[in-house]
């Protein structure tokens, strides 16, 4: 598959601290991925430098173009939420949908529009009159109307309430997301988008340290909870994490044959959090021993 995002050796230091450690990434076209970790991990300077926001050492191209020689032409087909929406407090909501279709060639008003109908913002309203949450609402809105190959979203739903983040989700699967389309999400609830996610990279220290498909994490990675009874033999296997929960204890397993981990109970996928938790657990280890 072609890629629609290549980064080669993305190095970035802000004094002594060290952001980006010759990090390489490809994203296939049509997919939706996650970039999940920490605070202060890399994941905003990462999505930073692919939209052209940061200067990084390294070679970057997304939808085929430089983002930092031909900004202009990527623009065109990549769109961007930020984790703080910030709109100009003096216009109008109507006025700030007829600009923006004046001067993007991809918007499409009328899509605008049928977002905001399910929201309480009203087309007479100026921005500054609209409550935080409101302003991101208004700001998902225009850009999901419009129509760009790749689409960046960090912390999109930051400031929403519980209804409005699930509407959200759906309506960027189901009313937005096509197989043309690239999504890249960073977030710190993961519980509410790891349904939707076709790829997941895990973000630590500046460095990549998993970048598999969920149809690999599926086929990889085992949760099973296990008695008592059972604790000699699961160990015997080498889990890589072991939770303390009610009812038994969850074991982690990663590339255990299926056949061997079915004799110990039923296998579930684990929560990408209790995976991104183990992952960074066995590093931790790895640093220290």
Not at 44 to 64: F, N, P
Not at 96 to 116: K, W
Not at 254 to 276: I, T
Request: charged residues 25%; glycine residues 6%.
């Amino acid at each position: 598959m072609t890629a629609i995002v290549q980064a080669r050796n993305l190095r970035k230091r802000y004094g002594t601290q060290t952001a980006l450690k010759n990090l390489h990434l490809d994203i296939p076209a049509g997919r939706i991925v996650g970039v999940i970790g920490p605070n202060g991990a890399g994941k905003t300077t990462l999505l930073q430098a692919l939209l052209g926001l940061r200067s990084v050492e390294g070679e970057i191209l997304v939808a085929g173009y430089n983002p930092k020689t031909e900004r202009s032409r990527m623009l065109e087909n990549v769109s961007f939420i930020a984790d703080t929406a910030t709109l100009p407090g003096w216009i109008k909501v109507a006025d700030l949908l007829r600009y923006t279709a004046a001067v993007h060639p991809r918007f499409d008003r009328a899509q605008a529009e049928n977002l905001l109908r399910h929201s309480k913002i009203k087309p007479y309203q100026r921005v500054k009159q609209l409550s935080k949450g409101m302003v991101t609402q208004l700001h998902l809105a225009l850009v999901m109307a419009i129509d760009a190959k790749v689409l960046v979203l960090d912390e999109p739903t930051l400031g929403l309430d519980i209804l409005y983040r699930k509407a959200f989700y759906d309506n960027l699967l189901h009313g937005y997301y096509d197989e043309e389309k690239t999504i890249v999400i960073t977030t710190h609830q993961v519980e509410e988008v790891e349904h939707i996610l076709t790829d997941v990279i895990f973000i630590d220290d500046g460095d990549i340290v998993l970048n598999e498909s969920v149809e690999t994490l599926q086929n990889t990675f085992y949760a099973i909870t296990i008695s008592a009874e059972q604790e000699a033999a699961a160990n015997a296997l080498g889990p890589i994490a072991v939770t303390r929960k009610l009812g038994g204890n969850e074991y982690l397993f990663a590339g255990v044959e299926r056949e061997q981990l079915a004799a110990l109970g039923e296998l579930r996928m684990p929560s990408l959090a209790d995976l991104f938790i183990a992952k960074l657990g066995k590093m931790q280890e790895s640093i220290h021993e």
